[in-house]
C-alpha cells in the first residue's frame, strides 16, 4: 500500500514553460486535494476534487489547473510557469465524510519541490 | 471559518512530555479539532482529533476545555523524531455538501526538541 505518490520530488521550470505535477493514490479515496506551501506558511488549498469528473477552486487556483478522470489520480498543471509559483506542492488525500458524518484524516504525500527561474 | 491560535515555537527536553496549546475562541458546535504535524521535508501527517471529549491514541492524547475554547495537544514523553510543526485546525461537520474534507493551515508551532 504506497498511500499518496507525488512525482516527480524536485523540478526546475523556466517562465513560461508548462508542466503537470502527478499524484496517485491507491487507498480508494474519493477527496483529493493540491497545497502548495509557501517558506515560513501554512498549506493553501489550489484545487479539490470530491470523486472522478468533479473537480473546484480552493483559496489560490489561479495558474493551475486540474482534471480527474479516475480515482487514483488528479495531476496539477503549470499552462505557463511564473516564479510566483516556486513553492513545494502537496497533494492530499482521504475518504469523504458526507455532508455530516465523521471526520476522517487526510493522508499526503512527500511533496514537490520546485523552481521557477 | 473559525480560526486557531498556537504559539509560533515551543522547545522540549527529550523523553518529557510536551503540552501544546490551541486557542479557538470562535469554534461552532459542529467544529472538529484536528491536529497534524509535518516532519522537516515531509508532507503534514494526521495526529489526532475529537469534538468534546478527550482523546487517546497512540501518537498523542488531545484535551478539551469544557467549554471548548481551546484544546491541547499532548505528547507524552517527546523524542527527536517528534521536532516537527503542529498544525491545530478546526474542521465544520457540517459544511455544506463536500466542503468539510478541505483543511485550513495555519503558521502552527514549531517544536523543538533538546536532546
Known amino acids: 500500500n504506497a498511500g499518496v505518490t507525488q512525482t516527480p520530488k524536485f523540478q526546475v521550470l523556466k517562465t513560461g514553460q508548462s508542466m503537470t505535477l502527478q499524484c496517485a493514490q491507491d487507498?480508494?479515496?474519493?477527496?483529493m486535494s493540491w497545497y502548495r506551501q509557501d517558506p515560513g506558511m501554512g498549506l493553501r488549498l489550489i484545487h479539490y476534487?470530491?470523486?472522478?469528473?468533479?473537480?473546484d477552486q480552493g483559496e489560490v487556483p489561479n495558474g493551475y489547473n486540474v482534471s480527474r478522470s479516475t480515482t487514483e489520480d488528479f495531476p496539477l498543471r503549470l499552462l505557463s510557469a511564473a516564479p510566483s509559483q516556486t513553492s513545494v506542492y502537496f497533494c492530499?488525500?482521504?475518504?469523504?465524510?458526507?455532508?455530516?458524518?465523521?471526520?476522517?484524516?487526510?493522508?499526503f504525500g512527500q511533496g514537490t519541490r520546485l523552481t521557477v527561474v | 471559518d473559525a480560526k486557531t491560535t498556537q504559539p509560533n515555537s515551543m522547545e522540549s527536553n527529550e523523553e518529557e512530555p510536551v503540552h501544546l496549546p490551541c486557542n479557538h475562541s470562535?469554534?461552532?458546535?459542529?467544529?472538529?479539532i484536528h491536529w497534524y504535524r509535518q516532519l522537516p521535508s515531509q508532507g503534514p501527517e494526521y495526529v489526532i482529533h475529537g469534538l468534546t471529549s478527550n482523546v487517546n491514541n497512540r501518537m498523542a492524547s488531545l484535551a478539551i476545555a469544557e467549554d471548548r475554547k481551546s484544546s491541547t495537544l499532548i505528547l507524552h514523553r517527546a523524542t527527536l523524531r517528534d521536532a516537527a510543526v503542529y498544525y491545530c485546525?478546526?474542521?465544520?461537520?457540517?459544511?455544506?455538501?463536500?466542503?468539510?474534507?478541505?483543511?485550513?493551515f495555519g503558521t502552527g508551532t514549531r517544536l523543538t526538541i533538546i536532546p
Open positions: 485546525i478546526l474542521r465544520d461537520v457540517l459544511v455544506s455538501n463536500f466542503g468539510n474534507e478541505k483543511l485550513t
Open positions: 470562535t469554534i461552532s458546535g459542529t467544529d472538529y
Open positions: 487507498m480508494n479515496h474519493e477527496y
Open positions: 476534487s470530491v470523486g472522478a469528473g468533479i473537480t
Open positions: 492530499a488525500s482521504s475518504l469523504h465524510s458526507g455532508p455530516t458524518g465523521v471526520n476522517t484524516e487526510a493522508f
